[in-house]
């Protein structure tokens, strides 16, 4: 079946850091590929995708790059800041359209 | 715009109760889905609605049900609540129903945050 595994955490950082979280999945097909991040208290917001094999998406400094033979859609961002403290959640949508999710990472970026 | 809207955002029920969520997508957008997360967990796949019809149900019993308006607004319903559905419920909207390799955008509300004593 399809599922996503992401790094446990929590990930902590010093301002300025570069920052890496982890995601693999497992999936029949070739699936879209999300990154959404959830600040505390609030829903999710769709922070970047990448629909195909070799797509990199990025957004607000963040980026991931769909890596079909290693099956990995990994997050970077060269430089956190403390506003980019949250939980960030790798997704995938299956053939049917449901999106399914990884565990989370929660980012802990201090000053 | 208005982004997509859940009511109401914080629900104190009692064990054997039943609750009603309501959900307001983005306007024009014809699916919802809903969703279960639980306290440091990611999301679970609850229930997908399409042009007022189910078009996919997750791992969770009957006591779950719910219903898509000709507004496209939805409803979820949970009958005799157990402490182990506290959660936060979230409702997603999109333009159509998402495709493996098809280009696709869920865009989730705020929540509903279920706490059952």
């Known amino acids: 079946g399809n599922s996503v595994t992401q790094m446990e955490g929590p990930v902590t950082l010093s301002e300025e850091a570069f920052l890496t979280i982890n995601c693999t999945y497992t999936?029949?097909?070739?699936?879209?590929l999300f990154w959404y991040v959830q600040y505390p208290g609030e829903g999710l917001q769709l922070l970047l995708k990448?629909?195909?094999?070799?797509d990199k998406g990025s957004n607000k400094g963040f980026e991931a790059t769909y890596r079909k033979e290693t099956t990995s859609f990994h997050l970077e961002k060269g430089s956190v800041q403390v506003s980019d403290s949250a939980v960030y959640f790798c997704a995938l949508v299956s053939s049917t359209g449901k999106l399914i999710f990884g565990q989370g990472t929660t980012l802990q970026v201090k000053p | 715009d208005a982004g997509v809207t859940q009511s109401p955002t914080h629900l104190i029920k009692t064990r054997g109760q039943h609750v009603t969520l309501r959900c307001s997508p983005i306007s024009g957008h014809k699916s919802v889905s809903w969703y279960q997360q639980v306290l440091g967990q990611g999301p679970q796949f609850i229930f997908q609605?399409?042009?007022?019809?189910?078009?996919g149900r997750g791992n969770f019993p009957d006591r779950f049900s719910a219903r898509q308006f000709p507004n496209y607004s939805s409803e979820l319903n949970v009958n005799a609540l157990l402490l182990g559905d506290s959660a936060l419920y979230l409702c997603?909207?999109?333009?159509?129903?998402?495709?493996?390799?098809?280009?696709?955008?869920?865009?989730f509300g705020p929540g509903t945050r279920l706490t059952v004593t």
């Open positions: 609605y399409y042009e007022k019809e189910e078009r």
């Open positions: 997603a909207s999109s333009l159509r129903m998402g495709l493996a390799g098809v280009d696709y955008e869920q865009y």
């Open positions: 999936a029949t097909g070739y699936p879209s």
């Open positions: 990448a629909t195909k094999a070799d």
